[in-house]
């Protein structure tokens, strides 16, 4: 139950952390920390305005979207914090729980009927399905260091054990698992999150439709999802525990507010891809988890 | 040992593939300086009881390849001003598969090697064989002469890796190492020499500053 109450009450405060980097970074004063509560909570007050020709699916797939981020929220470790429900193999279930989401996504935009919504599935489809395989690779590495198949297990141990022995591979786990997570939640370098009006946009676009409580619950598990998934990177990162659980849960916090403010740095520096080069980036990905993998199995621990 | 030659070691991997997708003239002169920079610490971590050969070779390439020559390749990019972007024929995805199954290729070729040598960095073998095959592997895919240059030095990267093997009983190796490195700056003058010719008829360019029109 804490990993949910954790991430239901911290997850908006990360998108706005970025926000903040970045504006400090554009030397303006930026919108309050806290902004993206207000966002969420002024949508969820609001009334919904639906087309006439959309099915049940539109209505349907930002509860589900929700639903995917409550339950994911459950199988990852924050920190040295143990998710509440673990399972062998349950990190194939947490990757098909947001494929479950992106599913009903898509379907959702595409019902819509719009051409411009159809354009951001198609790529939200093509790119996701690019970063999966990254994403595996990296589990895989992670199985093979902590001869575990159950995601709180893998990185504890791993990260426990590892960062001296097989430090390497742990960083190409670190960097490419990096590159998923802003391809995952459609950050900069492959979508720009603040563009409205572009041809380029993939995650936004999908949304346009949505309105009121609808958009508020997809703002909402957008950021729930960019937690959990930070959350692993930095489960990863900070290979100890100091004893006590506060100062666990205080230094996993410190972490993800970390993580916020390295990805705000990253959409400062970087400009979007062009929509061509963004494969050839997660292919990029790709190729150093699987450089990890050959490095993990060349040395045999 | 410890841990800290196969860092670098991994280090130097990491940088083989920076050097082969990135399509800027100066960052990949910047990628090779830290390439060479990592390469030069390898042989202390490796033979840590220091003696002169090692520290000679390890400063001379870190002066030469770490400093000297990247140097020497941004003067010349400046001067004859080929600042454009050196793409190659292949586009970064390929390149970036095709350097993964190079290293696949490079652990396998080294697991099937046997050495006079033992309790040798296990990643030693494979990142020369790997830093060897991105030179050749830029050297084919490379367009603009500069790109050559590097992807040469790249190459003796991998030959220094190799020499760092038998370094403690092959010295002649090391220094038909840095003879090539001594060959390259030659090469690399020639083509700058060949640009300024190209242009100006003669080699003084503090001439350029009388030019007037």
């Known amino acids: 139950m804490e990993t949910l109450l954790i991430a239901l009450v911290f997850s908006p405060l990360l998108p706005g952390i970025i926000a903040r980097t970045k504006a400090v970074f554009a030397g303006r004063r930026g919108a309050p920390l806290l902004q993206f509560y207000y966002d969420i909570h002024k949508s969820l007050r609001k009334g919904r305005v639906t087309s006439d020709t959309v099915t049940w699916i539109f209505s349907a797939a930002p509860s589900v979207l929700m639903l995917a981020a409550v339950f994911s929220s459950f199988l ?39 051409s411009f919504e159809g354009m951001g599935a198609g790529r939200e489809a093509f790119f996701s399905c690019l970063a999966e395989i990254t994403l595996f690779a990296d589990f895989l590495i992670l199985a093979k260091l902590s001869k575990s198949l159950s995601l709180s297990e893998m990185i504890q141990q791993s990260s426990a054990l590892s960062w001296r022995q097989a430090g390497p591979a742990l960083m190409m786990v670190v960097v490419s698992y990096f590159a998923v997570l802003l391809a995952e939640n459609s950050r900069i370098p492959v979508d720009d999150p603040a563009t409205h009006l572009e041809l380029t946009m993939i995650h936004e676009v999908m949304a346009l439709d949505h309105s009121g409580p609808d958009l508020g619950w997809i703002v909402y598990a957008g950021a729930m999802k960019l937690f959990v998934l930070g959350a692993l990177l930095v489960s990863i990162l900070i290979p100890f525990g100091t004893g006590s659980l506060f100062f666990d849960r205080a230094l996993f916090l410190a972490g993800m507010a970390a993580l916020g ?41 | 040992m410890g841990v800290w030659p196969d860092t670098l070691l991994i280090c130097v991997m990491f940088l083989d593939v920076l050097l082969l997708v990135s399509s800027r003239l100066g960052v990949l002169i910047r990628f090779f300086a830290a390439q060479s920079l990592v390469l030069s610490a390898v042989p202390v971590f490796l033979y840590p009881h220091m003696n002169v050969h090692t520290a000679v070779v390890s400063g001379g390439a870190l002066l030469l390849k770490g400093i000297l020559i990247p140097r020497l390749l941004f003067w010349a990019i400046r001067n004859a001003s080929i600042r454009r972007e050196a793409r190659g024929l292949m586009g970064p995805a390929g390149i970036f598969l095709s350097s993964g199954v190079l290293m696949g290729l490079s652990f396998l070729l080294s697991s099937l090697l046997p050495l006079p040598v033992n309790a040798l960095p296990e990643f030693l073998v494979p990142a020369a064989f790997f830093t060897l095959m991105s030179g050749l592997f830029l050297l084919i895919n490379g367009t603009k002469a500069i790109t050559q240059v590097v992807a040469y030095l790249v190459l003796e990267n991998g030959i220094f890796l190799f020499a760092v093997v038998l370094l403690a009983e092959m010295p002649l190796i090391v220094e038909m190492g840095i003879f090539l490195d001594v060959f390259v700056a030659v090469f690399i003058m020639g083509i700058v020499i060949n640009h300024i010719h190209g242009a100006f008829d003669h080699m003084d360019v503090s001439r350029l500053t009388l030019l007037k029109d």
Do not use: C, H, N
Not at chain 1, 87 to 97: A, E, N, Q, S, W
Not at chain 1, 278 to 290: E, I, K, M, Q, Y
């Open chain 1, 76 to 114: 990852a470790p924050f920190g040295r914090l143990k998710a509440p429900v673990q399972f062998t193999g349950d990190m194939i279930f947490l990757v098909y729980l947001y494929g479950l989401a992106r599913f009903f996504m898509l379907l959702a935009a595409w019902d819509t009927g719009s």
């Open chain 1, 261 to 301: 403010v390295a990805i705000g740095v990253v959409e400062s520096v970087m400009a979007r891809f062009r929509l061509d080069r963004v494969p050839s980036f997660l292919v990029g990905s790709f190729v150093f988890a699987v450089f990890g993998l050959i490095i993990t199995f060349a040395r045999g621990v």
